[in-house]
């Protein structure tokens, strides 16, 4: 059984940039996509960003493109999400999920994933 760890999260200021890291570890003998959530208090879980097994394909919500890069290191077994420009809005616990898939499919809906992580706390301050 695979399991995810996420690290990377903290305070900043409005403007700033973090570094999110999802680091895979266990038995996986298969590809997988994997994304990123994000649940805000009050709030429901809203999916980030997705990436491909292949790294070739990428996925954004709107509010995000642009800001956001996800990327993976498949040798390393670790997924990113690099945070430039975070706004006060961006606030959320983020966690990676993890789905089982072909080398170029694209998951994006929480129903898809079988494996998530427990999160990191994002504050971004005004």
């Known amino acids: 059984q695979v399991q995810l760890v996420e690290s990377g999260g903290g305070l900043v200021q409005a403007g700033a940039s973090l570094r999110l890291s999802c680091a895979a570890s266990g038995r996986a003998f298969s590809m997988y996509g994997m994304a990123w959530f994000r649940q805000a208090p009050g709030k429901e879980r809203e999916f980030v960003a997705a990436?491909?097994?292949?790294?070739?394909?990428?996925a954004y919500v709107d509010s995000v493109r642009g800001r956001f890069t996800i990327s993976r290191d498949n040798s390393g077994n670790i997924l990113y999400l690099q945070m430039n420009s975070l706004k006060p809005e961006d606030t959320a616990v983020y966690s990676c999920?993890?789905?089982?898939?072909?080398?170029?499919?694209?998951?994006?809906?929480?129903?898809?994933?079988?494996?998530w992580g427990q999160g990191t706390q994002v504050t971004v301050s005004s």
């Open positions: 999920a993890l789905k089982y898939s072909g080398p170029t499919y694209l998951p994006h809906t929480k129903d898809e994933f079988s494996v």
């Open positions: 990436i491909s097994w292949s790294g070739g394909n990428t």
